[in-house]
């Protein structure tokens, strides 16, 4: 991959304590996982061109994945089609997983594949911006 | 006769913003106790309900317009032209957008409004009549890499004077009158581990007008650690510059740009204790304003390439602008 932007103003990307298992119908069943923007302002969720969720290196499979923003829940694919939907850098974002039997409890490897486009920065023309990467890697502990 | 104004971009304390240090009346205090008598505000960054302007929040603006004694003077609106995944924004689209941006300002009560050159100059021909109904001023930014004299300038201005329309304008960001590297591109390459002789050598072929390709190529046969690309990139990019037997020319460009500025954007990367710009030329650049008829703000932009805040950067810049104005 090239050059891309980014922009860690704030210390967390992946904010590590927001990690926490998922219940379904009372079972553990998944993951969830608060993030923020690595950019100085906030962006439509269809400037989103990747989304991908790594738990202990294993790739989510998509539709297990869903993007939140102020209680809208939405499957990834949706995310190219929400240009009204605005993600202010201050305002964090909740990415669930559902995943059978959930994290066991001790220590993991979370990362998240985040690049959207930064859309008033053109690089030429035809539909090519200056990529911005807002991925991270933590490593977490489920109690 | 010039009447200038000072005013701030919040934009200034997008760090503190971002890592919540400040909130946004936070932000609106600190512009204050730097000295702005007005400040802008950059949509996409604190607009809580973008690209909407709510009732709570101007109800907001206006409590702390009490309480601190400014209050917003310019929006900075940004043209996503690639907002969409599969296309761009054509310009029916982009003059959609504007038009809501247009509403944002008015309803904060700002005069003035910051577009970017995505906004083409035949859409923004188009926007003049809506810019007129709300009464704000749209200003196409100039930003370096652009000059005032640039290419795509000269067609807005064009489109300015041939409308006759008083809502069309510019605003120049002094960044474009840059004459020397930029500090925090510098600092930076130099913690990265760059030999500072590398650096000077960069900034010399720059100053030559070499192709950053040959230059990237002889850097590279000096030895040069491979950080100085970075570097070496903005200085061919958004913090470019020119020699400084370039700044009577870039002035003149902006002498005949002025009756249609209707603010400036007063960039800055960097400030010493001793309150001079490492890269831009402040006086002579201030010397042409009050010599001028320009009766607006100049915006302090602080561009945080530190991380390290904006708060005292933004206080030294507005009082290194009054020691040069004579205020």
New interface residues.
Partial sequence: MG?AMRM????EIINAKSVRSMYINGEKNGFEFDV?LAY?????L??I?LLEVYADGEKMPAESVTFELRGKEMPLYKL??A?TE?W???EPATIRVIKKGGLAAGKHSLELKLML????M?LG???T?MPLDSGDAVDIEIA | MSDIKLGATLFCYGTEYARKQYDFEECVKQAALAGATGYEIVGTQMLPSYPNVSDEFLGLVNDLKVKYGIGPVGYGANNDRGMRWDRDLNDDEMLADAVIDLKAANKLGCKVMRSQYMLSPAAFERLAPYAKLYDVKVGIEIHNPATPGSPVMKEYLEVIKRTGSRHLGFIPDFGCFSIAPNKPHWIKALKAGVEEKHLQMAADMRYQGIAIEEAQKKLMEAGAHPAINTALQGMYGFVQFRPKSALPGLLEELKEILPYCFEMHGKFHYLDEDCVEPSIPYKEILDVLKESDFDGYIISEYEDELYCGGTEFTKRHIAMEKELLGY
């Fill in positions: 050059f860690k103003l704030n210390d923020q100085y302002r906030g962006h439509y269809s400037d061109e190219n089609y240009m605005f202010s850098q201050v486009r930064i859309p008033y053109a023309g035809d539909h911006y």
